[in-house]
């Protein structure tokens, strides 16, 4: 329904910085709420940060705010997340999420993206 591509991900530095994005496609990028989620290794995928559908209300994990922020251009149709201050901890593999029913904490999105592997080192 919404192809959604992550990228941006790598290797960076504790202490450094990272964006990423994710551009949708075949659908209204600006009728969707979006957010991202990451999946550290070995353990479950958590909330990371959501937008609503055009930027005026953001949401952040305890984990990653203030460090983080999540942003979107509908004219692009694009999804951003700046990553500053990364810790070891902040590795995982992050991903792009759709919903046409507004922003959610919970991992109920209707698409997905494949992810982008951010790895921060020590």
């Known amino acids: 329904q919404v192809q959604l591509v992550e990228s941006g991900g790598g290797l960076v530095q504790s202490g450094g910085s990272l964006s990423l994005s994710c551009t949708a496609s075949?659908?209204?990028?600006?009728?969707?709420?979006m957010a991202w989620f990451r999946q550290p290794p070995g353990k479950k995928r958590e909330f990371v940060a959501a937008?609503?559908?055009?930027?005026?209300?953001?949401y952040y994990a305890d984990a990653v705010k203030v460090r983080f922020t999540i942003s979107r251009d509908n004219a692009e149709n694009t999804l951003y997340l700046r990553m500053t201050n990364l810790r070891p901890d902040d590795t995982a593999i992050y991903y792009c999420a759709a919903t046409s029913y507004g922003p959610s904490l919970e991992d109920r999105y209707d698409d997905w993206g494949r992810g982008t592997q951010v790895t921060v080192s020590s």
């Open positions: 075949g659908g209204t990028f600006s009728d969707l709420a």
């Open positions: 937008i609503n559908w055009n930027g005026a209300m953001t």
